[in-house]
């Protein structure tokens, strides 16, 4: 593990940087790589910063979820907040459902925070806070930890939303929401008994709105860490080993082409 002054100041420069982007944050990379949720383990990590590092690559974008579950939670966030104190412009932090502290309660990452001092729980609160909900790559990409909200019509209205850790319902459906192929618009979701599922034609009317053609989410467990949807209109990625030994990936995302890299 990294020197308690290490981590104290990443987590006060994170928070410097990160309080200065909006909430949507909108970029041009050409060629990116997005990476799923990591939920403290390293291994996608690692190969996303190897590739970002080859030169072939304007950017990487993680769509949420360091912590909880695997068993370098505290690793995998403070390295995700460097690689972005190292390239602030060429990497995009998102938030994920698990940031935040009542998840992590339930989830493994509130154990893991009783080693260290209130003040680095207090600074990773804000971490949280500070983290972007989503993002737009080239104007039509769509990077966000869940899905789409069904409060949300205007996603470029949320560049003008003040961050914050107080729930709305709305603001979640981005962190929460899962796709279904048994609803056309929204309906609850029982699976994760709150927030909602999202259908394809929920998908279209959105991507139509916001002038969008492609969305990558995470949040699921996917096997082979990738998953296609509704004709290439969504695709889950996930990049988490924590869920046991299962094939994850990483994808790279060249203008409007999705390829999968596996791991
Ligand atoms: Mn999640």
Sequence with gaps: MQHLGDLLETLESSIKLL?????????SYRRII?????????TALDRAKELFFSGNYDAVAFL?????RGPYQMEALYEALSLKLESPKEVILLRGNHEDERINYYYGFYNVLMRYSNEIRDLILDVYKELPLAAIVREKVFLVHGGISSGIENIRSLAHLKKSLVYDDTIMELLWNDPSDTVDYFSFNFMRGGYKIFGRKALEEFHK????????????????GFLKLWNGMLYTVHSSTAYGPASIAILD???????????
């Design 64 to 68: 949420g979820d360091y912590v909880d």
């Design 19 to 27: 309080s200065r982007e909006p909430a949507l944050v909108e970029k």
């Design 253 to 263: 995302l060249e203008e409007e082409n999705v390829e999968r890299v596996q791991l």
């Design 209 to 224: 709105i916001n002038d969008l053609k492609i969305t990558i989410r995470s949040h699921e467990y996917v096997l082979g």
């Design 34 to 42: 997005v990476v799923g949720d990591l939920h403290g383990t390293l």
